[in-house]
Structures are given as structure tokens and as C-alpha cells.
């Protein structure tokens, strides 16, 4: 009987685990034993950035300039990473870009590499997963299209399907 508790709870919190709100922004934890910000490896594009928990990160072109436009329904899919009021977002050793912050509408601090806002998308469903990486699409009459985060503030272009390695 106790094999069977176990299983089922070892069960449950898996399941629980995997249903995250989709909705919700990330937020990483300055002081915590993990960098805010991370270096991860794609087979295809190579450095990648990730948060804390090792997900991928992303920026849109449309927000090169620093200005946050992506709002409303545009963070249904794309969650903003965060850190609390007043807290210094960290890298990790081999994150070359300069990280920030800066306050969004809605009274949350969004981490910035190079001055670019950072998000994860909500359709990678695992750590290490870039299915984001040149999406396109709309919301509120703005059209974004969004590339992996690389350590030094570039973001990974796909060239005729094949994401490029930057030099």
C-alpha cells in the first residue's frame, strides 16, 4: 500500500508540475542559488540564453529599441521574464550581454539583456525546447517576430531554415 501512495504522489506532483500557468510571467529569483539569466546549447543554433530554471529565452525585433510593445494578447504566448521590485538580475559566467531592467505598465520589472526585454514561450513546454525561435505572428495590430537570445545580446537568425551559428 505504501508503494501505491508513493507512486500516486510522485503521480500527482508531476502532473501538477506540468500544468504552470501559461499565463503567468517567469520569475526569477535574484539571491537564489541560480543565475537569473543562463548559457544553454541548442544542437542547431549553439549558445543560447535560459532562465532559471532552463528555459529558453527570447526578444522580439519589434522591441530592439528597448520599448515594450508587447502587451494584452501578445502575453498569452509570451511571458516576460521578471525579477521582484528592487532586485538586480544576475548572469552566469559566459553571458556576455549587459542585463537590466525595466518597468513595465502593469507595475512588474522585466529583465533586459542589452537594454531588449527577455521572455520564454508559453508553447515550450520543456526546458531547452526554442519552438519560438522566427515565429511571427500578430496582436493588437503589431506584428512581432521573435529569436532565440544568445549570450552576447544577439539574437539567433534562422538562414533558409537553418538557424546560424553566431561567429
Not at 526569477?28 to 540564453?49: F, P
Not at 522591441?63 to 552566469?92: F, K, N, Q, R, Y
Not at 531588449?116 to 526554442?130: A, K, Q
Request: aromatic letters at 4%.
Amino acid at each position: 500500500m505504501t508503494g501505491r501512495l508513493a507512486a500516486a504522489f510522485v503521480a500527482t506532483t508531476m502532473l501538477l508540475a506540468g500544468c504552470g500557468g501559461a499565463d503567468e510571467p517567469v520569475t526569477a529569483t535574484a539571491g537564489a542559488s541560480d543565475a537569473t539569466v543562463s548559457v544553454g546549447d541548442d544542437a542547431t543554433i549553439g549558445a543560447i540564453l535560459v532562465d532559471s530554471t532552463g528555459r529558453t529565452l527570447y526578444t522580439a525585433e519589434q522591441e530592439a529599441d528597448g520599448t515594450i510593445v508587447c502587451e494584452a494578447g501578445c502575453l498569452e504566448l509570451w511571458l516576460p521574464l521578471t525579477v521582484s521590485e528592487g532586485d538586480t538580475p544576475t548572469a552566469a559566467e559566459g553571458v556576455d550581454g549587459e542585463l537590466a531592467t525595466v518597468d513595465r505598465d502593469d507595475g512588474t520589472t522585466q529583465v533586459t539583456l542589452e537594454g531588449v526585454p527577455l521572455y520564454t514561450f508559453s508553447l515550450d513546454r520543456s526546458p531547452g525546447d526554442v519552438t519560438g525561435n522566427d515565429v511571427t505572428d500578430d496582436f493588437d495590430g503589431v506584428t512581432f517576430t521573435w529569436h532565440v537570445a544568445t549570450p552576447s545580446g544577439e539574437a539567433a537568425r534562422r538562414i533558409r531554415g537553418t538557424a546560424a551559428k553566431r561567429p
